[in-house]
């Protein structure tokens, strides 16, 4: 077992390190307080009062380095305030972000919140008028998962395809532009944006439509389009991967924000599946059926210039992809080890990718969850599947993972004094049967899916969850927590060594992250599936942590778990917010 860098015998001493640690946290926040510009964001690790960037900084820890909280004493953590936005459709499912002592944060339909840090008071509010007929008719709706700061704004996308920007002082508006014709298409913006130097970067969602998953690069100050990616058949390389002109049937939406590399000027961004989701040619893919080829760039990992938006490399991670196994998953973790750069990468698939930062050459791939049969393996050193599973028309069971796989699009967390990277893993499976459809190369309001689906328990055993902590290039599981379903929010881990784990149940709770042992719960009332973050205001530790039920995976969990999802409300959510009670003057 790794020990903890932060523990020690003494009470005392531990009490003044942690004094200590957010002292020191308060004045690098001090020092710091402005503008959010390029040059704070990419040192974004070294300010842990903020939460400036959707995975918390470019290294996508998902770690705060604050340690007021800790081990010791969070028996004592309490509900600090609350903040219900309304209209929480389908729950909040974004991550809030913190700078200078203000929290930032967008519910579903794509509002925007302004509050004060320490007390919850709202300093603005920005609720975007949209087109309320297109979303009444999209699936992928109303949700939001996220936002952007920087250059003095608040950026959000929008389900009808766009992208605004607001002030980041009063909430007025800076410019709104439109980027997709959603009205047509019905494909918008759900995933958060990234902002690297003067460019706002947004995928579009979706890999079910005939849209070639466009990806983004905005100016930040104008709101005027600098770039845009094709990542089906954006280049003439690409566009050869697809049989008989099937590239017109689209996929591919980059619908979860990747992260950046400043040492190479890379943009990272995972890809989602190709449409149709299920193909009915079976094993002669690569010649038959809707989409005969690769299929580049879906279910792939891709590096784009940030000033250019051209391709620099790519790895697609699940050639052909037939399964819905996309690598749509934002989470890339940016770490160094034994002299090496390194990017791990989870898969929908229960893969998760390690690669070389820069080339996306394969370092390692390594297994988080067992009921895995798609496949029979990856390849470690090459990235290649071993014993495709390939369904041809008609009725299949046992298929594993299930379609919402055996990783979410939730982010795990690493924490860099224990060195143990915290995910969640899925295991479930369904019985499909795969049909024949005429393929859909017009935009029309209809998802291309191509089988019908039910989830099930692996053969053996009961659909569960589970959390490990682990070595995040090896896979080597140091300690494990079994869940009875799936929690489908993202983790928090902190410099108090601690992880945070909202469950589906409506419990958030903490564990040891050392050893993986509860050390505290509360019980928020309903189910979480959306993002969490630590940060300091007037010199105080906060937990904020987004609570509410309802999406497209949520939504499998009343046929296949019973209660308490069969009554869980799906309307509602709030922003709970924790931190030790004040000592005593």
Known sequence: MIPARNHVTSHGLRKFTALLGLTLAAGLAASTAGAVDPSRIVDADKSPADWLTYHGSYKSYHYSALDQINADNIRNLQVAWTHVPGRSTRGLQS????????????????????????????????????????????????????????????????????????????GEPAWDTKLIDSEKLTVGFTGAPLLVKDTVIIGAQGGEWPSRGPIFGVDAATGKKKWEFFTVAGTEEAKATWGNESWRTGGGGGWMPGTYDPETNAVWWGTANPAP?????????????????????????????????????????????????????????????????????????????????????????????????????????????????????????????????????????????????????QEWCMDLEVVKTTPIVEPQIQLNIGANFQLRDPEGGKAHGHVSGRDPVTGEKKWEVNFTEPPLASLLTTGGNLLFVPDARGYLRALNATTGQEVWKHNNGVGHNGGIISYSAKGKQYVAVETGWGSLVGDEYAALFGEPYKSMPKDSGALVVFALPDQPK
């Open 277 to 425: 989701l299920y193909d009915w040619a079976g094993d002669k893919w690569q010649k038959e059926g809707p989409r005969p080829g690769l299929n580049l760039y879906t279910s792939s990992v891709i590096a784009l210039d940030p000033d250019t938006g051209k391709l620099k490399f790519f790895h697609q991670e699940l050639p052909h992809d037939a399964w819905d196994f996309d690598s749509a998953v934002g989470e890339f973790l940016n770490i160094d080890r034994n002299g090496r750069k390194l990017m791990v990468h989870p898969n929908k698939s229960g893969f998760i990718f390690v690669y070389d930062r820069s080339n996306a050459e394969i370092a390692n791939v390594w297994r988080l969850v067992q009921n895995i049969n798609f496949v029979k393996d990856i390849d470690p050193k090459t990235g290649e599947l071993i014993g495709r599973r390939d369904m041809a028309a008609g009725k299949h069971s046992n298929l594993c993972p299930a379609i919402p796989g055996g990783i979410s699009w939730n982010t795990g967390a690493y924490n860099p004094n224990s060195g143990l990277y915290y995910k969640v893993g």
């Open 95 to 170: 991550m809030p972000l913190a700078a200078d002592g203000v929290l930032y944060y967008s519910g579903s339909y794509s509002r925007l919140f302004a509050l004060d840090g320490a007390t919850g008071e709202v300093l603005w509010t920005h609720f975007p008028e949209l087109n309320e007929d297109l979303i009444a008719t999209q699936t992928h709706s109303p949700y939001n998962r996220g936002i952007a700061l920087g250059h003095g704004k608040v950026f959000v996308g929008t389900v009808d395809g766009r992208l605004i920007a607001v002030d980041m002082k009063t």
